[in-house]
């Protein structure tokens, strides 16, 4: 084998297993709440606002590992971290259902939380870092698809589990045997970082400007906005008595649509520019945050699902790439405030739709409130548009 030969099977290693890791930390981790949860609505009778309690416990559980993963006493030690996080995810999906307490919920939510940060920043240094290296676009592109794959995956494996006559108890249990299996492919496959561990330079203070100010408040509203339907999309399909099949495919055509996502948007942005696209993208979920519940069934959750699936990821990312444009001296410090700017945005999103849920009998009014919210989103970054270079 030459040493391009080599190197391109070392590559295609190395997007299967931080693919894969990000369909487990992410896909099942932290999304595979979503098809699960109206069976737990269901069965334990959880009122709207404790499934959004439940929801915010994990999105702070992330905004707790991001925030203490940013600092650096991890270097040196990623891959296992990122490996230990991933076996923590399979743990604590497993533990969701032995219990029926809305306490332990909260706390195995906000664990999972944690979990799915730390193997987001840890597992995303070692393959972003090779494919860099490797001057390699698709690499990274298939590495961000695997959360697109694991949530088709989730909603595939909750249908199946209903088809065999099994709760939602086996949905998490079936998941942690999944997230478990991948935490073993990618002792294998998952290689150390590629840099050393060394001092990291210290960063000036963030330059504060309407620009950056604006870029970081339009990336908290995106937060609120994205996750109302990202968390409740099925259990609205399920409240719409749109049948087992819609329910199955709201959040698999969810998945399929973010995985593609990465790929369709890369000519997009790169005609209309990042700040277009960012742009874009608030629009069009705007729009199918509203068609989630403006549409008749089952047309309304299919068509949400595939609008939210073909954005938020790319939203996310932009939003990221967005910060870094803007404070190109202090980059580091601006993906530090973005994420907690969205942290905090996708902590509020959940409180406030389960509460607005249980007192109007619906998530339309919810889904009102984050389509006007994404558009507040989109508002706030036009006067940004005009600062990019």
Known sequence: MTAASRTEHSLVSIAIAGALAMASAMGFGRFSFTPIL???????????????IVAAANFTGYLAG?????????????RLIGLAALLATAILLAGMGLTHSVVAF????????VASAFSMIFITSIVLGHAARAGSEAVQSTYFAGVGLGIAASSLMVMLVELSGYSWRADWLVGAAIAFAIFVVGTRLLPRSPFHASQVPPEPPILWNATVVLSMLSYGLFGFGYVVTATFIVTMARMGH????????????TGVAAAASLFAWRPVMLRIGLGGAYLAGLLIEAAGVLASVALPQPAAPLI?????????????????????????????RALAFMT???????ILG??????????????????????LVLLAAAGLILPVLRRLP
């Open 304 to 332: 949400g699902g595939v609008l939210l699936g073909s954005t938020f990821v790319i939203i996310t990312a932009y939003g990221l790439r967005l910060g870094r444009t803007l404070s190109p001296n202090s980059q580091r």
């Open 66 to 78: 991001a925030v203490a993963g940013a600092y650096g006493w991890a270097a040196g030690r990623e």
């Open 340 to 346: 907690a700017a969205f942290g905090i945005g996708q």
């Open 242 to 253: 749109a049948g087992p099949a819609v329910e199955f495919l709201t959040w698999f055509v």
């Open 350 to 371: 959940p409180l406030v739709a389960g509460w607005l849920a249980e007192r109007t009998g619906s998530f339309s009014a919810p889904s009102l409130v984050a389509a």
């Open 106 to 113: 909260v706390v195995l939510r906000f664990l999972a939380g």
């Open 38 to 52: 109206p069976g737990m609505i269901a069965d334990l009778g959880l009122t709207s606002t404790e499934a959004g």
